[in-house]
């Protein structure tokens, strides 16, 4: 018996690696202009994937959940800034009633380049964020983000950025 144990070993440690290849959850920041002008107001985009059959947390979440968290590391201004979520979709489990987003969800917020912002530079958007997946159980997700753009002396749209809004859950996306 156990020699037939230490041969399923390697089997079953070769399985559970390869399942941990694909990750549950990801999360970027993404960015309504490719390039950025001194002083502009631009929009940032907080984009979580799941897995099929994975879902994530509005807010409020409902009776259960968290709703993402994200801290800013730079620009320090966004610290207290407040995102824009999707309208929701309900589920209901035993726990009750919860507001989230399967697949992808886009969460916004406004930022504005600092005035002083050299022509040529870099401005850079740096964030740990924390949220929580569900399926039958709930697991944790962690990451640091960070979005770099070029500074130049006029904006310079991001040609997929309504795919991006109906994608992440925006019903009416802005042109």
């Known amino acids: 018996m156990k020699f037939r144990m230490y041969l399923m070993l390697p089997l079953l440690l070769a399985g559970l690696t390869a399942q941990g290849l694909?990750?549950?959850?990801?999360?970027r920041l993404l960015a309504d202009r490719s390039a950025v002008t001194?002083?502009?107001?631009?929009?940032?985009?907080?984009?979580?994937v799941m897995a099929p059959?994975?879902?994530?947390?509005?807010?409020?979440?409902?009776d259960s959940g968290m709703a993402p968290r994200i801290n800013f590391k730079q620009?320090?201004?966004?610290?207290?800034?407040?995102?824009?979520?999707?309208?929701?979709?309900a589920f209901r489990d035993a726990a009750g009633?919860?507001?989230?987003?399967?697949?992808?969800?886009?969460?916004?917020?406004?930022?504005?380049?600092?005035?002083?912002?050299?022509?040529?530079?870099?401005?850079?958007?740096?964030?740990?964020?924390?949220?929580l997946?569900?399926?039958?159980?709930?697991?944790?997700m962690f990451a640091t983000v960070e979005l770099e753009l070029p500074v130049r002396d006029r904006e310079v749209l991001?040609?997929?950025?309504?795919?991006?809004?109906r994608r992440g859950g925006w019903p009416a996306a802005r042109e």
Request: hydrophobic share 35%.
């Open 38 to 48: 001194p002083g502009g107001q631009e929009t940032l985009g907080l984009q979580l």
């Open 22 to 27: 694909e990750p549950l959850s990801r999360a």
């Open 75 to 89: 620009p320090s201004d966004l610290r207290d800034a407040s995102w824009r979520f999707p309208p929701p979709h």
């Open 97 to 131: 009633v919860t507001y989230g987003y399967e697949n992808v969800a886009l969460l916004l917020i406004d930022a504005r380049v600092p005035p002083d912002a050299p022509v040529g530079g870099n401005w850079t958007v740096r964030a740990d964020v924390e949220w």
């Open 53 to 62: 059959g994975w879902h994530t947390y509005a807010d409020p979440p409902g």
């Open 133 to 140: 997946i569900c399926r039958e159980l709930c697991r944790p």
């Open 158 to 165: 991001f040609p997929n950025w309504t795919p991006l809004l």
